[in-house]
């Protein structure tokens, strides 16, 4: 290949890779078959990991990456499923979009939250959360400083820890 | 004061920093005189900066800091209105909650977005978004990595750009 033909590839990648780099990127939403009826965005797949009690669904909806360090996914909790204890190292803010659930920091009591609340999570600071006995809830759940570590699970909260909650 | 008062007084205020540090901080809901009648977040107070075309209001749901790095923003834009060019240094992240609107990347095409979808935009990327001129559309928006900057605002989109968008 010629030199100059060599320049002029190079050229066109460069161009290639710029335009990719400053390309808006809309994600269009999920396809009602895969929406609960009201919600806005995609309930996901049912978690198959150990680390929560009950069924509980997630849609990735940003994922993690360099560029925006922003990874955030919807989660639902069937009324009674919560995960377990566990820390995310860079902290979390959850959005709760519908239902009412639980949510404990190490240390504190329970609290009750609902559609509208907005909880933060400080790094490192140990918790769970998830839904109430008698509603689903559903969070956005954003990963502050993903730089720093995403999440670390632990132990689980036991069913009689759960049943004793009174709020 | 005795050497053992002093040792006894720092470890108090350790242990009172570190009790602070390790707080989750939930923000219950907005009332509801300040709320949109369906929506999950206030539409809190009109935006007043010279930076908007028509009316637009802004519920900040987590302030900017150096612990989260994870500022949120409810936007809500009546019908026709938008916001001018601008750049987010560390990029941004909209999730539309409900609504119709345009979202244009500069020297890109137009862009319908609606309820569900998800932008991306890129560092650095020059854009505007708001409503079509049918529909008031409501996102959440989040900088990404702040500590490069939040938004550089740039010159408006003219009426006559904004009427000649056909989607």
Chains 1, 2 share one sequence.
């Not at 920091?105 to 609902?114: A, S």
Request: charged letters at 20%.
């Amino acid at each position: 290949m010629k030199k100059q033909n060599l320049l002029y590839l190079g050229f066109i990648i460069v161009m290639l890779l710029a335009a990719s780099c400053s390309n808006t990127e809309t994600q269009k939403k999920q396809p009602a078959e895969n929406k609960t009826s009201t919600a806005v965005f995609a309930k996901g797949e049912k978690i198959t990991n150990e680390y929560f009690t009950g069924s509980a669904w997630l849609q990735m909806l940003v994922e993690n990456d360099s560029l925006y360090n922003c990874p955030i996914g919807n989660v639902t909790f069937e009324p009674g499923a919560r995960n377990n204890w566990h820390v995310h190292p860079g902290g979390q803010i959850l959005l709760v979009t519908s239902g009412k659930g639980y949510h404990q920091l190490k240390g504190q009591p329970v609290e009750l939250i609902e559609s509208g609340d907005i909880v933060k999570v400080p790094p490192g600071a140990m918790h769970w959360h998830g839904a109430t006995p008698d509603s689903e809830l559903t969070h956005l759940a954003i990963s502050t400083n993903p730089q720093k570590g995403i999440v670390v699970w632990m132990e689980k909260l036991s069913d009689e820890e759960y049943n004793r909650i009174k709020l």
